[in-house]
């Protein structure tokens, strides 16, 4: 089977698409390929700057607007800001084992920046989104495990690496329910869930610890680039996939991309769908599927 490639994306002259966190890593990657196969691209970045300074490398129909998923405030000012229809958005902006933080409404910094913030953005969009949804999860979700009752590490001692693979495990419990939800009210949008595998970026380089030193390593010397990370997006946010797929490397964490299969946790209904309605409720976004 063909290795599949950015050469491979059809022309997306015509199309726009939204990418959070594409100033950087993984996003600014996946812009980059969108961009330059002619697609509009917003790029929803939390530093203005960063994001004009990554959109002057591209073509000129980027544009660069503010999104930070840690607030619900701006995550609606951004919303708000989309008055036009939208052919794919990208959740890909994370944040990974952080110290323990609050987002502005009070929420564990990873699962209201990873989790919640993306789940109210696409909420706020999903009326105007026209083909699909690609959420962007990590290989750390195998390791995860999401508590409804304390999601926000308040009664918890805070863990940060285990935060982590809760927000990665609630993003794909999150895809598929909204891809589930899509099909049944009958909408032609499809909601796919993809994972880089191992790449050099600046995620991992905010732990504040030694772990920051041997990551940096580790990005060094095994990491695949940015460019090659992003392929698993690029091929879901192009590529006409079942709903509700999940893609990734074709190997466990480096390589080409392919249709994959997420932990057994990731697939549970039941879970899945208490947690919507736990984020709808702490949002207080509800969705139109």
Not at 16 to 26: D, I, K, P, R
């Amino acid at each position: 089977m063909a290795k599949w490639t950015a050469a491979d994306i059809p022309a997306q002259s015509g199309r726009t698409v939204v990418v959070t966190g594409a100033n950087s890593g993984v996003g600014l990657a996946t812009a980059e390929a969108l961009a330059a196969a002619g697609a509009r691209v917003i790029l929803a970045c939390r530093n203005i700057d960063k994001g004009k300074a990554a959109a002057a490398t591209m073509a000129d129909t980027v544009e660069v607007r503010a999104l930070d998923l840690a607030s619900l405030a701006s995550v609606r000012e951004f919303a708000e800001s989309i008055d036009e229809p939208i052919d794919v958005l990208v959740n890909n902006a994370g944040v990974m084992a952080v110290p323990h933080r609050r987002t502005a409404e009070g929420f564990e910094m990873q699962i209201g920046t990873n989790h919640f913030g993306h789940f109210a953005l696409t909420g706020l969009l999903l009326d105007r989104v026209r083909s699909r949804v690609v959420t962007v999860s990590s290989s750390f979700h195998w390791f995860g495990r999401v508590n409804l009752d304390d999601l926000n590490w308040e009664h918890r001692r805070y863990r940060r690496w285990a935060a982590y693979e809760q927000s990665k495990l609630a993003n794909l419990l999150f895809a598929y329910e909204l891809a589930r939800r899509l099909e049944s009210a009958g909408s032609p949008v499809r909601s796919y869930a993809v994972h880089p595998g191992y790449v050099s970026t600046n995620l991992m380089s905010h732990t504040e610890t030694l772990m920051d030193t041997v990551m940096g390593l580790g990005n060094r010397l095994i990491a695949q680039s940015p460019a090659l990370g992003a392929l698993p997006t690029l091929y879901a946010a192009t590529t006409d996939l079942p709903n509700g797929s999940f893609a990734g490397p074709g190997g466990m964490m480096w390589g080409y991309p392919k249709m994959t299969r997420s932990s057994p946790a990731s697939y549970d209904r039941e879970k899945a769908a208490a947690l919507w309605s736990l984020s709808e409720k702490l949002t207080d976004v509800t969705f139109s599927c």
